[in-house]
Each structure stands twice: as C-alpha cells, then as structure tokens.
C-alpha cells in the first residue's frame, strides 16, 4: 500500500523543547516537502529536498530545521527558537519534475 | 477571493446542484495548475490538474477551468454530494527549477441536504 505517513497525528510540547515530526514515504518520489497550515489558512512551505543530502528553505523556514539523509524520509525539528509553532504540518512528496504533491495525514502540535 | 484570518470565504449549495469555485492565480509564468479538496482534519487530496497549453480539462464529476488572459482558475463540480463538503485550494507551480507550488488560500464549500 504505497503513500506517505506522518507520525505522530497528534504531538503536545511544552516551551522550550525541541520535536521532531517524522514523514515517511514509499512512493519513490524523489522530492519532499513540509508545510505549515494554520486555522483557516492555506499552507505555507517550510523546507523542501529535491534529493538526497540536499534540501532548502522555504518562506518561513525560522525555527525549523530538517535533514534529508534517505529518499524516503524527511524529518522535521520544530525548535524551541519557533515563537508560534502550534498548528497542523504537513508532509508532501512529488517526482522531481515539480508537478503534483501528494500529502500525507499530518500532524497537529500544540505547545502547552 | 481571498481569506482574512479564520474566515474562508465559503460557498453554499444544495445537495444535487453544480458547485463552481474560483481562484484567482499570481504568476502569469505559471505553466501548471492543480486543485486539491481538504476535508477538517486531514491532508490535502488532489482531484484535477490543468496544464497552461490547455483550457478545459474534465474528470470524473469534476471540471477545472483555465483563463490565462485573466489568470483564472476554476473548479466546477457537478451534482454536488454532501461528501463535496470541504475546503478546495488551487495551486500554481512557475516554470522555473524552484519545483514548488504556491497554494491560495482556500473556499470553503458547504453542502446543503
């Protein structure tokens, strides 16, 4: 069953800590992609990776951090630096023409 | 249109009539178009794709609308089910190496039983 997951679906993080969202995927797209969304908004790009041991910013990369070191995987490190981190994040995948993304479920975290 | 904070535009329809939902692109250098559905919850879903070369493309239930001289994108659904419930996001990619797409801020369709 091929795709992409997200774990955890549901993240809670005091101030201070570091977290890391993990995407997985089995699509054997080469590029991936993480985004932001927040109530009521579209999605805003955090980092992207056209391939492996490579990856970009986005528009608002601040406070996040990722790595790339397998194809098929592309953590995320939301910082304690993040002076809003609460909200949904997703994960996305495409082959390296840029056209269509597929997302997975997300995860929702909340800072208590 | 486009949202302010938390209030999406939304667009309501009774069960059964065509739903047309518009977007409004920024880059005239955009060659690609897709429209994705998001239902409360959950990650994006595509649903059709539109290259600038074309003007109409059509699915199943589903036709998307391409006016590049006013940078319009449209997405018609036909007998709109109460499943047709969600917010839709169209997305345009520029044809440059950058491979990302810039996503609209969304409409929110409710459907009425």
């Known amino acids: 069953d091929g795709g992409i997951t997200q774990s955890p679906k549901y993240l809670f993080r005091k101030e201070g800590q570091n977290v890391t969202l993990s995407c997985e995927q089995n699509l054997n797209h080469d590029a991936m992609y993480w985004y932001r969304q927040d109530p009521g908004q579209g999605l805003r790009l955090i980092y992207y990776s056209q391939i492996v041991n490579d990856f970009q910013k986005g528009d608002i990369a601040e406070g996040y951090s990722v790595s790339r070191e397998k194809k098929e995987s592309f953590p995320l490190t939301v910082t304690s630096a993040q002076k809003n981190p609460t909200a949904f994040y997703l994960c996305a995948s495409s082959l390296p023409n840029g056209d269509t993304q597929y997302f997975g479920p997300g995860t929702r975290l909340t800072v208590l | 249109g486009e949202s302010v904070g938390l209030h999406l535009p939304t667009l309501s329809v009774q069960e059964g009539d065509n739903s047309i939902i518009n977007c409004a692109y920024s880059n005239s250098a955009s060659d690609y178009f897709i429209w994705y559905k998001q239902e409360s919850g959950k990650g994006p879903q595509f649903i059709i794709d539109?290259?600038?070369?074309?003007d109409k493309r059509q699915g199943q239930r589903v036709t998307v609308l391409l006016n590049k001289t006013v940078k319009h994108l449209s997405l018609q659904i036909a007998a709109t089910q109460p499943g047709d419930s969600a917010v839709y996001f169209c997305a345009e990619n520029i044809a440059d190496s950058s491979y990302k797409l810039i996503f609209g801020s969304g409409t929110r369709l409710l459907v009425r039983p």
């Open positions: 539109i290259r600038s070369n074309m």
